[in-house]
Nanobody, 122 residues
Framework: VQLVESGGGSVQPGGSLRLSCAASGYANIVRRYCMGWFRQAPGKELEWVSGINSGGGSTYYLDSVKGRFTISGDNAKNTVYLQMNSLKSEDTALYYC???????????????WGQGTQVTVS
């Protein structure tokens, strides 16, 4: 499984961005795998942000992004999105897409990772 993120950039506080994660290597990856978004700010540990279960029936969010971020999947395009609204300076980080054949819960680990896309809010 290969994952490629895009859509990062610089935005002012209160602005919006939509991150995309294009998956390849197998058919129906988004339907078969749980997908997640993580982020890492300078000098901080990697932080789980959001997850979506295989098939996209359930979504999960870090408390600090609930109501502002929305994760979704497009099985036909094998792509997962993270719509980020009302962005804050503390959302500034390198955002990674990840996939797992197991549970969406980050404590169980994710097997496949993208290279990351930078989001800067200032």
């Amino acid at each position: 499984v290969q994952l490629v993120e895009s859509g990062g950039g610089s935005v002012q506080p209160g602005g919006s961005l939509r991150l995309s994660c294009a998956a390849s290597g197998y058919a129906n990856i988004v339907r078969r795998y749980c997908m997640g978004w993580f982020r890492q700010a300078p000098g901080k540990e990697l932080e789980w942000v959001s997850g979506i279960n295989s098939g996209g029936g359930s979504t999960y969010y870090l408390d600090s992004v609930k109501g502002r971020f929305t994760i979704s999947g497009d099985n036909a395009k094998n792509t997962v999105y993270l719509q980020m609204n009302s962005l804050k300076s503390e959302d500034t980080a390198l955002y990674y897409c990840a996939a797992t054949g197991g549970s969406w819960e980050p404590k169980y680990g994710y097997n496949y990772w993208g290279q990351g896309t930078q989001v800067t809010v200032s």
